[in-house]
């Protein structure tokens, strides 16, 4: 039987990656690829969807995750049990500085 493939937008800080899974495959499976990329290990991070941080067992259909959603990937804190802040793009103070770039353009 065929699985159908989707792709996940990884987000973090300026920087986006796109990577081919399966709604079957356990997120420590994504985690994997993604810290080769990074050149991370993947105990050294976590994926997060919007609250939720997802839990490395579960697969990505059973954690409700869609084909094309962004999930955030942030870094733990070194020497601490800490993580980063998830980074998301401030959209009302991307809109003001975009409006003062228009006023002033014109």
Avoid: W
């Amino acid at each position: 039987m065929a699985q159908d493939s989707m792709h996940l937008r990884i987000k973090r800080k300026n920087t986006t990656v796109f990577i081919l899974c399966y709604p079957e495959q356990e997120v420590s499976v994504i985690k994997d690829k993604i810290g080769l990329m990074f050149e991370r290990n993947p105990d050294t991070f976590r994926l997060v969807k919007a609250d939720l941080v997802l839990d490395n067992f579960a697969t990505l259909r059973a954690q409700q995750i869609a084909s094309n959603d962004i999930l955030h990937l942030v870094y733990k804190a070194d020497n601490s049990d800490t993580y980063d802040k998830v980074d998301f793009d401030d959209l009302d103070r991307l809109h003001v500085e975009f409006s003062e770039k228009a006023k002033s353009s014109s």
